[in-house]
């Protein structure tokens, strides 16, 4: 195996500049690698939440909330229900826990009355003990309900993030109920709390002209409608009252924009899909003069009055926003509303400073790791270590083109799995030059020391690199975030090592050799 074919070498030296030409972006600002031409390659190694900067959040998602909404739309379905039927009477129509509960007053009701609540709630699970209901769900409606949470919030977190702009954020699940978000490079982390604490449930509802304020506040309030809110107005204690029936709700929005309205001041204009379309313009051409309310997370942020009927299905949002607010509003309805409150458990920012710091003590420890292992192997194998030492520059060189080209994000322990692959890397070249040693010693020839000591050295590399690559492959099935990175960059340094020590240095060895027809290796 000691001749090399033609395509082989060519396939070497190939690998070997489209790895130069792939981490030569990484030398120019990010504006410059941005004007390089399209057949270029011009990606650049991502810094991550340690090295640039930026804010670590960790989020709960609150799933107690969303049994809790599905219990009370479940007492809104069993009243709309038991009112279908006006000889049915009933009392104490309330919740229990985690069950609706009614009474009825005529026990001659109770089949007629299970089979029609069966029909309009099929996933409830009812019991009864004589006139008396209990209704809820199954343990695994339950925790289905909770898992679809989870999944819809970190989803729409994702698109929150996304249409910030925040270029490669981590986002992913972390236990049973949290979502950890780190964001390199954020220079403003409360924008991001308040966008990602925001539920952003928008809903459209009519004002209640019929009860006054003071009533209200006294109490004195029908179960059709409730207290909120109202921002517009401004000013501690801003209420109005409000029906409690959805018209539409954001669910049915299909676009939103920042934008301004008649007198020039921000708001945010918006366009329903069909259904949302033909609910707002049937609910505002029967309404025509009363005030229709627009609620954001149980708040009232606008009431303006119907002045026509609004059939294009678009309108705009006023209030009383800046700029950014309205921008973040636009932002928030696009990704769509969270399932469910998110609390932040956690929270850390990273300064610049601090990665910069990171950042130099990063290349000062591979340059140090560098220039060691180059004098150790130039002492302990002359030019066959020099031979080595190219090929490590080279090795250090396709690791960085090989993250450039994954758009992989480096963070401070994958500088230091960078640093310890630089050890690694020589270990091939440790054993075969140690074996071809041993053959030279033996009375071999220099080709025929180079030969075996490469094949007799070739088991020992693959097993000690194999063992490694399975406990990263471990490390990054069972770790998360930085150790990923990590196991990441051992691999990749591992794989590109034992190319350039066991293809390139001997295509160096076998070439010099033959060049000049040498009887004495200079290990």
């Not at 490590?392 to 640093?419: D, E, F, K, Q, Y």
Request: hydrophobic share 45%; charged share 25%; net charge positive.
């Amino acid at each position: 195996m000691i001749h090399f074919p033609p395509w082989k070498i060519a396939l070497a030296v190939i690998v070997c500049l489209l790895g130069v030409i792939y981490a030569l972006p990484n030398l120019l600002s990010e504006q410059t690698a941005a004007r390089l031409p399209g057949w270029l390659p011009h990606k650049q190694l991502v810094l991550g939440l340690d090295l640039q900067g930026g804010s670590h959040l960790l989020l709960e998602v609150d799933t107690d909330s969303v049994l809790k909404d599905r219990l009370n739309s479940l007492v809104d379905g069993v009243r709309t229900t038991l009112r279908k039927d006006r000889s049915v009477q009933y009392t104490g129509l309330a919740l229990d826990r985690d069950a609706v509960v009614f009474r009825l007053n005529d026990p001659a009701k109770i089949d007629p009355v299970s089979k029609a609540i069966r029909e309009d709630e099929p996933d409830a699970e009812i019991a009864t003990d004589g006139p008396a209901f209990r209704i809820g769900f199954r343990k695994a409606e339950l925790d289905a309900k909770r898992r679809s949470a989870i999944e819809q919030s970190i989803e729409i977190v994702r698109r929150r993030i996304d249409e910030m702009g925040t270029r490669e954020p981590i986002i992913q699940r972390q236990g049973e109920s949290r979502i950890l978000v780190q964001l390199p490079g954020v220079k403003d982390p409360e924008r991001v709390k308040d966008i990602l604490g925001r539920t952003a449930k928008l809903t459209f509802r009519f004002v209640d002209e019929e009860t006054s304020l003071e009533d209200a506040k006294a109490g004195r309030i029908p179960p059709s409608s409730e207290l909120l809110k109202y921002e517009e107005r401004g000013g501690a204690g801003s209420e109005i009252v409000v029906r409690r029936r959805i018209m539409v709700s954001g669910e049915n929005l299909t676009n939103a924009r920042a934008s301004y309205d008649e007198y020039s001041r921000p708001a945010v204009s918006f366009k329903f899909d069909s259904v949302g379309a033909r609910r707002f313009g049937e609910a505002t051409r029967d309404n025509v003069g009363k005030l229709f309310a627009i609620v954001l997370d149980n708040k009232v942020i606008s009431a303006p009055r119907i002045q026509t009927a609004i059939l294009g299905g678009s309108g705009i949002i006023t209030g009383s926003f800046t700029t950014q607010q309205a921008q973040d509003l636009a932002l928030l309805l696009n990704a769509g509303a969270l399932p469910a409150p998110l609390k932040i458990i956690e929270e850390r920012s990273v300064g610049p400073e601090l990665g910069a710091d990171s950042i130099q003590a990063g290349v000062y420890s591979c340059i140090v790791g560098l220039v060691l292992v180059v004098l150790y192997m130039v002492g302990a194998y002359g030019l066959f270590g020099l031979f080595a030492n190219v090929a490590l520059i080279l090795n250090l060189v396709m690791i960085i083109g090989v993250l450039s080209v994954l758009g992989a994000t480096l963070t401070l322990p994958g500088i230091a799995g960078i640093l310890l692959t630089l050890g690694m890397a020589v270990d091939a070249n440790v054993l075969v030059n140690e074996r071809i040693r041993e053959e030279t010693r033996a009375g071999r020839s220099p080709l025929a020391a180079i030969d075996i000591g490469y094949t007799r050295a070739w088991a020992t590399i693959i097993d000690s690199n194999l063992t490694t690559i399975i406990k990263m492959v471990l490390l990054y099935s069972f770790g998360s975030g930085s150790v990923k990175g990590f196991a990441v960059t051992i691999t990749i340094g591992i794989l590109t090592s034992m190319f350039t020590a066991i293809l390139v240095v001997r295509m160096i060895m076998v070439g010099w050799i033959r060049q000049r027809r040498t009887k004495l290796l200079p290990v």
